[in-house]
C-alpha cells in the first residue's frame, strides 16, 4: 500500500503527512513533484497543506493548473482515493473536484487552533473506522476556510450525505460559536458524490500521535488503510 503526496510550489505540510504514513503507520509514501505527469502506483494521493505558489490570485488558483492535476483528475474520476488537506481542500474546489469555493474567514483572520468536528458520515473511505455523530479534535490553520455554496449545490451536498465533517462543540453541538471560519452550515469537510474524494479544511496529520497531543486525526488515516484493505479483500 502505497500513498503519493503532491508537492507544490508552496507546500509546507507535505513532510507531516510522510512523517504520519511512514512512521505512524509504517506504510509507503513518495512525494510527487507538481511538474510530474502521473500518478500511476499509489492507492491514496494526498494534497497537502500550505500555501500553493504562495496563494496569489486565490488560494488553489494556480496549482490547480500544474501539469499533475491533469493526472490527478484522472485518478480521481476513475475512483482513486484523493485527500485534500486545507490549501488540499482549496485545490479541489478549483480543480472542479469538489462542489463550492472557499472565501476568507469571516472574521478576516488566520485562525490557528484546536477544533471540533462531528462525523456526520461514517461510510467513507476516511471515516469508516468512526461513529456517526462522533466528535474528533482536529487543528485548522488556515485565512480562507470559510466554505461557499449556492442554495441548490448546499442542498445537494446535505441530502446526498457528501458533508462528512461539521464544526462543533466538545460534547457535538452544531452551532455558529464553534464555526472558527463562517463556513456555511459549519462545514469543515466535504466529499464528491461518489465519495472517493474528500476535502478537509482541519490537519489530520497534526494530530496522529500522543507527542502532538492527540491522536484523532489518525482515523482518517487509519480509514483510509481499513477501506483499502477491504476492497482489496473482495
Not at 504520519?20 to 502521473?38: C, F, I, N, P, T
Not at 471515516?127 to 455523530?133: D, E, K, M
Not at 497534526?206 to 507527542?211: H, L, T
Request: with cysteine.
Amino acid at each position: 500500500m502505497k500513498f503519493g503526496i503532491v508537492v507544490f510550489p508552496g507546500s509546507n505540510c507535505d513532510a507531516d503527512v510522510k512523517h504520519v504514513v511512514e512512521e505512524v503507520l509504517g506504510l509507503k509514501a513518495d512525494y510527487l513533484w507538481h511538474k510530474d505527469k502521473s500518478v500511476k502506483g499509489y492507492d491514496c494521493i494526498v494534497l497537502p497543506g500550505g500555501f500553493s505558489y504562495g496563494d496569489y490570485l486565490r488560494e488553489g488558483a494556480i496549482a490547480r493548473f500544474s501539469p499533475i492535476m491533469e493526472a490527478v483528475t484522472d485518478y480521481a474520476l476513475k475512483g482513486g482515493l484523493v485527500l485534500g488537506i486545507c490549501n488540499g481542500f482549496q485545490i479541489l474546489l478549483e480543480a472542479g473536484l469538489l462542489p463550492g469555493a472557499m472565501r476568507k474567514n469571516d472574521s478576516l483572520q488566520f485562525r490557528c487552533h484546536d477544533t471540533y468536528l462531528r462525523v456526520e458520515n461514517a461510510e467513507t473511505p476516511y471515516t469508516c473506522l468512526c461513529s456517526p455523530g462522533e466528535v474528533l479534535k482536529i487543528p485548522i490553520a488556515h485565512a480562507a476556510g470559510n466554505y461557499y455554496a449556492d442554495e441548490k449545490t448546499l442542498q445537494e451536498l446535505e441530502e446526498g450525505g457528501q458533508v462528512v465533517f461539521r464544526y462543533c462543540s466538545p460534547s457535538g453541538e452544531v452551532l455558529s460559536q464553534y464555526n472558527p471560519n463562517g463556513s456555511l452550515n459549519n462545514i469543515a469537510g466535504i466529499t464528491n458524490r461518489e465519495g472517493n474524494i474528500l476535502g478537509m479544511m482541519p490537519h489530520p496529520e497534526r494530530c496522529a500521535e500522543e507527542i502532538m497531543s492527540g491522536v484523532d486525526g489518525r482515523k482518517v488515516f487509519d480509514s483510509i488503510v481499513c477501506w483499502l484493505k477491504e476492497r482489496c479483500a473482495l
